[in-house]
């Protein structure tokens, strides 16, 4: 397969990537963004049907194009965000190149090579805009593999409907266990299961402050203060309407966490039993980092050392939207937008650097 050359080559094309395009078009920079999706859209056109924002259109947009509001909605479904974000794709002529599937990247001499399945680019810099949502993880919980029942992780799970007049365990204490509990509440046999009871933050909090509290929890962090916990402390779960809903109505109670599935459902350490037709896995995701792996950068836990985003051990890659270590909720779309505009600013001037050389 032919081999081609830009100065920057982006990988993922969801939120992270295309405001990381945004600003490096700005700044003149030559770059590609190379994305497995079928189309454009990011993670979110992967979401359940019911899902919708924390914050206001105006609060959850990409760098130079406000998001506009829903007919209807306060808080826009994630269709909505699926036709920003490919409105955004569209309006800046980003170039976008899909599906493709990005292999592995690799050092080669002065380059960073990028092998994908339709060929191999060589850029001067690498931004990594993968996410998580590829990656979903599910706890090794004990007898897991013996459970006869449905099995599937958030990433599957779609509408209440499918599972009408069911026995379902949802496991999760965070938002998507609490939304995907709040859609099944009326109509299963429902036991939500979590590892601490919830703490549902108070009504009038949503993204905004929360993407507040992570930049001024960074913040402290850089300047040598007191840590402020950040959006862990003010809580765990957003109450967007449908919660607020199911919660009012007395049908978000809990469960501790079971010990053990069995063939029928899960156990707890006293005995206690719940059969189950289906088990929801919100157990959340884990970087989508593997085609790093030929850079050998991982360390503890397969942390990537950065600092902002730029990858420590290899200062021609930058890292966008994996959570807080890339920048204050850069895993968001009203955070995606700080980190971008870092990570192209440092890229323009290596790129800069490298053509002098």
């Not at 995701?285 to 600092?307: D, E, Y």
Request: hydrophobic share 40%.
């Amino acid at each position: 397969m032919s081999e081609q050359h830009t100065q920057v080559v982006i990988v993922g094309g969801g939120q992270s990537g295309l405001a990381a395009g945004y600003h490096l078009r700005r700044r003149g920079v030559d770059f590609v963004v190379l994305d497995a999706q079928a189309t454009a859209g990011g993670a979110w056109q992967h979401t359940w049907n019911s899902l919708h924002l924390f914050s206001p259109a105006a609060f959850s947009s990409l760098p130079g194009r406000l998001m506009p509001k829903q007919p209807g909605e306060e808080y826009p479904t994630a269709g909505h965000v699926v036709e920003y974000l490919s409105d955004y794709e569209s309006r800046y002529e980003l170039p976008v190149r899909r599906p493709v599937q990005v292999l592995g990247v690799h050092r080669d001499g002065q380059f960073l090579r990028v092998d994908t399945d339709s060929g191999a680019w060589r850029a001067r810099a690498v931004i990594s805009a993968t996410g998580t949502w590829s990656r979903p993880f599910l706890p090794a919980v004990p007898g897991r593999a013996d459970y006869e029942g449905r099995q599937l992780h958030t990433i599957s799970y779609r509408r209440p409907q499918d599972f009408a007049g069911r026995r379902v365990i949802v496991v999760g204490g965070g938002n998507s266990g609490a939304q995907i509990a709040a859609d099944l509440a009326y109509d299963t046999e429902l036991t939500w299961v979590t590892q601490r009871p919830p703490r549902f933050l108070a009504d009038d909090i949503d993204g905004r402050a929360l993407f507040d509290a992570a930049t001024a929890r960074r913040r402290a962090l850089d300047e040598g203060r007191t840590d402020s916990g950040g959006v862990a402390a003010l809580g765990d779960i957003v109450a967007v309407p449908s919660v607020w809903a199911a919660r009012d109505a007395g049908l978000l109670k809990t469960s501790p966490m079971f010990v053990r599935l069995d063939r029928d459902g899960a156990v707890w350490a006293d005995g206690t039993r719940a059969p189950a037709d289906a088990v929801i896995w919100c157990t959340g995701f884990r970087p989508a980092l593997s085609h790093m792996s030929p850079l050998g950068l991982r360390g503890p836990r397969g942390h990537i050392a950065t600092q902002g985003t730029r990858c420590l051990e290899e200062p021609r890659l930058h890292l966008l939207g994996y959570g807080d270590w890339t920048g204050p909720a850069s895993a968001t779309l009203i955070g995606a937008g700080r980190p971008a505009r870092d990570a192209a600013r440092e890229i323009a001037g290596l790129v800069g650097m490298s053509s002098l050389g």
